[in-house]
């Protein structure tokens, strides 16, 4: 909690569970499908430390998205400097992004202007596999989902009428035939201690019409 020294300190809560491979990577979706708030850090002996691979030592990192496709499971971070990124597999300068187009597609559409921008920006890619051999902590902070997270979005960059006119058909689309009034209203997510309970099935019909976001059941 914080304090008047400190108004902006939360604190973390060890516990005692234990996971690793196939448990942790679908906990890992589970979380990110709840929407809840994920950081990783690598220990250090002593304050942060700059490594050869482009990450740091004993700093938090911000978890952003944990996808897989075509059998490639990868998780976006963010180092919170806007700097200093993963320079490994997957990274923004990694040739696997070439190598295998149809993820490139899927997961990051845009890298020819993030190439044209500047690319450390300090959000990155890289591979399960190497987030598990290199990091040593994972903080979650759940979050609870239901029919409260519904809300209408107006688009009001596409002007006045359009911008609303055109949020309300997508609206009416999620919500009638894309199940989102449905799954907010019966199928909201609880944040609870039993961190295997999270639901992990899913339709992957649905999922294509939602433009390959997972659609709960």
Same mark, same amino acid.
């Given at each position: 909690?914080?304090?008047?020294?400190?108004?902006?300190?939360? $604190?973390?809560?060890?516990?005692?569970e234990?996971?690793?491979g196939?448990e942790?990577?679908?906990?890992?979706?589970?979380?990110?499908r709840a929407?809840?708030?994920?950081?990783?850090?690598?220990?250090?002996?002593?304050?942060?430390?700059r490594?050869?691979?482009?990450?740091?030592?004993?700093?938090?990192?911000?978890?952003?998205?944990c996808?897989?496709?075509?059998?490639?499971?990868?998780?976006?971070?963010?180092?919170?400097?806007?700097?200093?990124?993963?320079?490994?597999?997957?990274?923004?300068?990694?040739?696997?992004?070439?190598e295998?187009?149809?993820?490139?597609?899927?997961?990051?559409?845009?890298?020819?202007s993030?190439e044209?921008? $500047?690319?450390?920006?300090?959000a990155?890619?890289m591979?399960?596999d190497?987030f598990c051999?290199?990091?040593?902590?994972?903080?979650?902070c759940?979050?609870?989902?239901?029919?409260r997270d519904?809300?209408?979005?107006?688009?009001?960059?596409?002007g006045c009428?359009?911008?609303?006119?055109c949020?309300?058909?997508?609206?009416?689309?999620?919500?009638?035939?894309l199940?989102h009034?449905?799954?907010?209203?019966?199928? $909201?997510?609880?944040s609870?201690r039993?961190?295997m309970?999270?639901?992990k099935?899913?339709?992957?019909?649905?999922?294509?019409?939602?433009?390959?976001?997972?659609?709960?059941?």
């Amino acid at each position: 909690m914080g304090t008047r020294e400190q108004p902006r300190k939360c $604190g973390l809560r060890a516990t005692a569970e234990s996971f690793g491979g196939e448990e942790l990577w679908s906990l890992l979706l589970g979380y990110d499908r709840a929407h809840a708030v994920l950081g990783a850090s690598i220990s250090s002996g002593g304050g942060e430390e700059r490594r050869s691979d482009g990450l740091v030592a004993g700093h938090a990192y911000a978890v952003l998205q944990c996808r897989e496709v075509l059998g490639v499971r990868l998780m976006q971070l963010r180092n919170p400097w806007g700097a200093f990124e993963w320079r490994g597999d997957w990274s923004d300068h990694s040739s696997k992004w070439k190598e295998q187009p149809e993820i490139k597609e899927a997961l990051w559409p845009e890298r020819r202007s993030k190439e044209a921008d $500047g690319w450390d920006d300090g959000a990155f890619w890289m591979g399960f596999d190497d987030f598990c051999a290199l990091f040593t902590l994972l903080d979650v902070c759940d979050r609870t989902t239901g029919v409260r997270d519904l809300a209408f979005a107006l688009d009001e960059d596409d002007g006045c009428l359009r911008g609303p006119a055109c949020a309300c058909a997508r609206g009416c689309a999620r919500f009638w035939c894309l199940c989102h009034g449905p799954r907010a209203l019966y199928w $909201g997510h609880q944040s609870s201690r039993d961190t295997m309970a999270l639901p992990k099935r899913s339709c992957r019909c649905l999922e294509r019409c939602n433009g390959g976001e997972p659609v709960l059941l």
